[in-house]
């Protein structure tokens, strides 16, 4: 049976992804992983789980110059990945692989990614409980958002492996996962920021964005958070200019 596929401008039209009408659905969160992700013309990007590739397409249209491989495990996604690549002029800089993240490092280098030559590392991971009894009866949308208990483990060990000597990795996160977050990233990296999200004033986070850089020893930086609508429920000021103006989320320790 066909896919029933849509296609959706984001970031207030600059981008323009065709994805599945059903399952996992390109939301806040991709958006705001790329505007965390700073790079530079001429580096190497890696997203893992990237879907339709709209966080590391947002990364490609930002920054000319910049070499983005999208890795994912769903056939189907990676060719619509493709075709974003390709409709949105930037086909010349992306590479997709179809792999799963918990793959050999053999399998990588086969599909085209060796370890050690990624600037960058993007991500942002399945992190509902497996459990829950609250997912998708979509199998696609329940894949893409339900993680098992090694599944934060096995993203961040294979980022640390595709990464380069003082490499960036860039991911986002529940806020209420944060313990587990800072324990595994802690093994192989170091230089940590963490930035809340906020759905509005006086609330409780809902995701924390997280920046890395392998094998540092920097200590730890909480830095101030991003707060996505006002107390009438409107789209903060910052929040605009970030998910429909394209603006990159500043780290401030820089």
Do not use: C
């Not at 066909?2 to 599945?20: W, Y």
């Not at 963490?194 to 094998?215: D, H, Q, S």
């Amino acid at each position: 049976m066909a896919i029933e596929i849509t296609e959706d401008a984001v970031l207030g039209g600059r981008l323009t992804l065709r994805q599945p009408r059903r399952g996992h659905r390109v939301g806040h969160d991709a958006i705001l992983l790329a505007a965390a992700t700073e790079v530079r013309t001429g580096e190497h990007v890696v997203e893992l789980g990237a879907g339709v590739g709209a966080a590391g397409l947002a990364v490609a249209q930002r920054v000319a110059g910049v070499r983005v491989t999208l890795v994912e495990i769903a056939p189907a996604l990676a060719a619509l990945a493709r075709d974003n690549a390709a409709r949105n002029g930037v086909a010349d800089r992306v590479q997709v692989a179809v792999l799963d993240v918990a793959a050999s490092d053999r399998d990588f280098a086969e599909g085209g990614i060796e370890a050690g030559t990624a600037t960058r590392v993007l991500m942002n991971p399945p992190f509902n409980n497996a459990a829950s009894k609250n997912l998708s009866p979509n199998p696609k949308r329940r894949l893409a958002h339900a993680a098992s208990a090694d599944t934060l483990t096995h993203w961040i060990d294979r980022a640390a492996s595709l990464l380069a000597p003082s490499g960036t990795l860039t991911l986002i996160w529940r806020a209420d996962g944060l313990a587990d977050v800072l324990a595994m990233a802690s093994r192989g990296f170091g230089r940590i920021s963490v930035l809340p999200v906020y759905p509005r004033p006086n609330a409780a986070a809902i995701r924390i964005l997280l920046r890395a850089t392998k094998a540092s020893r920097a200590p730890l930086v909480v830095m101030p958070g991003l707060t996505l609508n006002d107390t009438d429920g409107r789209p903060s000021m910052e929040a605009e200019t970030i998910l429909r103006d394209g603006r990159t989320l500043r780290w401030e320790q820089d």
